[in-house]
């Protein structure tokens, strides 16, 4: 004969009702920011999804929902992969310099004493309490012609310098906006390495190029893949520095989808050209994210 199995304990059936309340009050405490980005992030992605599949007719502005995928057919032409391929360039270019800049200087933060690090920290910050438009118009201001740096480089070579909407103007503002994003995750990583380390370093005859090389190059890698996301990301999709900088000459992507949708009002077209960029950015981020545990690794 089988045995009845006993039934459960006072002890086991309170443990139950602990554990059901716990669940219930996790659901509580993740609803409001699993509402918020259901509204503002889901909602509006779907919504711009749906657009992007409709047609416009830009006679009248009756958009009809045929499901066509005619406006991504036309993202491959030469306008707007041209743009594409500029706004990944400068993206690429703009996070590379970021980076060459952002990991010495967080590095020289980092050696520093408690109270001068707070000093520089703050210098790296402060830029971020004024206007980040009134920021961008003063690059107008130092690179237009018979400006500061146009006056340097004459006095230097004799010669002026047309620096102002170009490309490189977007890149330097772009590389000045987005360094402290760059700066600020590396200092986070190496922060928290123990100064010990270097001190053992130079004891074992590692010169400074090299100490930098084996020791704080892979200890900041963390903070640095984290700045190449932080900074990445948004440079691929900038309107405001472009718009400002280039002067309506050298366009980026998102100065394209914008006009889509204010200037033309093909909202459908504008929505592909928008959700093809995001498609682009997320296979950019999971590749990244594939090769970040190799590269910790090494």
Not at 101 to 122: D, E, K, N
Not at 143 to 155: E, F, I, T, W, Y
Request: glycine share 10%; aromatic share 10%; hydrophobic share 50%.
């Amino acid at each position: 004969m089988v045995a009845a199995s006993a039934p459960p304990g006072p002890g086991a059936v309170s443990g139950c009702r602990l554990r059901r309340r716990h669940r219930v009050l996790a659901r509580l405490l993740v609803a409001p920011s699993a509402a918020w980005t259901l509204v503002f992030f889901v909602a509006p992605l779907v919504l711009i999804t749906v657009f992007s599949f409709g047609r416009e007719n830009l006679v009248t502005f009756n958009i009809t929902f045929g499901w066509t995928a005619a406006n991504y057919g036309a993202f491959g032409g030469s306008l707007y992969l041209g743009t594409l391929l500029r706004s990944l360039d400068l993206s690429l270019g703009t996070t590379l310099g970021c980076a060459l800049l952002g990991l010495p200087l967080a590095y020289f933060i980092t050696r520093q004493r408690p109270g001068v690090q707070r000093l520089l920290l703050a210098g790296v910050i402060v830029p971020f309490w004024t206007s980040f438009l009134v920021r961008t118009y003063s690059w107008v201001n130092l690179l237009q012609s018979g400006g500061p740096v146009d006056r340097l480089a004459h006095g230097l070579t004799g010669h002026h310098v047309e620096v102002l909407y170009t490309p490189t103007s977007i890149a330097i503002g772009i590389v000045y906006s987005y360094l402290p994003l760059m700066v600020l995750p590396i200092y986070v990583a190496l922060e928290r390495v123990n100064p010990e380390l270097y001190d053992a370093a130079a004891d074992l005859g590692a010169r400074p190029w090299r100490q930098f090389r084996r020791v704080v190059l892979p200890l900041a890698r963390p903070g640095l893949i984290a700045g190449i996301i932080i900074v990445g990301v948004p440079a691929m999709g900038e309107y405001v520095i472009p718009e400002i900088l280039g002067g309506g000459k050298t366009l980026m992507i998102g100065n394209i989808i914008v006009s889509e949708f204010l200037d033309v009002g093909n909202y459908p077209f504008g929505s592909a050209l928008a959700v093809s960029l995001m498609t682009i950015l997320m296979i950019m981020l999971f590749a990244l994210r594939r090769v970040q545990p190799a590269l910790e690794a090494r």
